[in-house]
C-alpha cells in the first residue's frame, strides 16, 4: 500500500490540526497514526479498524484526537485540538494490510507513509 500524508504545519498550543493519509493499492485491514519526537522512539496514536470502525487511542491523546475514515477515498485522518508542545512531533500514517485488527506497536504494521511535522508553539 502506497500512504501518502499531509496536513502538518505549525499551531499554537490550544490550536488545532487535521492529518490527511491516503491510501492506494491493497486491501487494507487497519490503519494507524503514530509520532516520533527528536531523541524518542516512535510512538503509537491512534488506530481504526477499517471494516468496523472500531479506533482506540493513547492516553495522552484520548478526548482530544479522533482517527476518522472515509472508505470511498481510502483515507485516514488525525484530528487534534487542544494540541500542546509535547504533541510536536513527526506524525507517520501506517497499514496493516497482511492481519486484522488494530495494533499499538509499530513493528506490526506493513507501509508507512513518509511522516509530516507538527510543531506546537507554547
Known amino acids: 500500500v502506497q500512504l501518502q500524508a499531509s496536513g502538518g504545519g505549525l499551531v499554537q498550543a490550544g490550536g488545532s490540526l487535521t492529518l490527511s493519509c491516503a491510501a492506494s493499492g491493497r486491501t487494507i485491514n487497519a490503519m494507524g497514526w503514530f509520532r516520533q519526537a527528536p531523541g524518542k522512539e516512535r510512538q503509537f496514536v491512534a488506530a481504526?479498524?477499517?471494516?468496523?470502525?472500531?479506533?482506540d487511542y493513547a492516553d495522552s491523546v484520548k478526548g482530544r484526537f479522533t482517527i476518522p475514515r472515509d472508505g470511498a477515498k481510502n483515507t485516514v485522518y488525525l484530528q487534534m485540538r487542544s494540541l500542546n508542545p509535547e504533541d510536536t512531533a513527526v506524525y507517520y500514517c501506517?497499514?496493516?494490510?497482511?492481519?486484522?485488527?488494530?495494533?499499538?506497536?509499530?513493528?506490526?504494521?506493513?507501509?508507512w507513509g513518509q511522516g509530516t511535522l507538527v510543531t506546537v508553539s507554547s
Open positions: 481504526i479498524n477499517w471494516s468496523g470502525g472500531s479506533t
Open positions: 501506517a497499514a496493516r494490510t497482511r492481519f486484522s485488527g488494530i495494533s499499538y506497536q509499530p513493528r506490526f504494521y506493513d507501509d
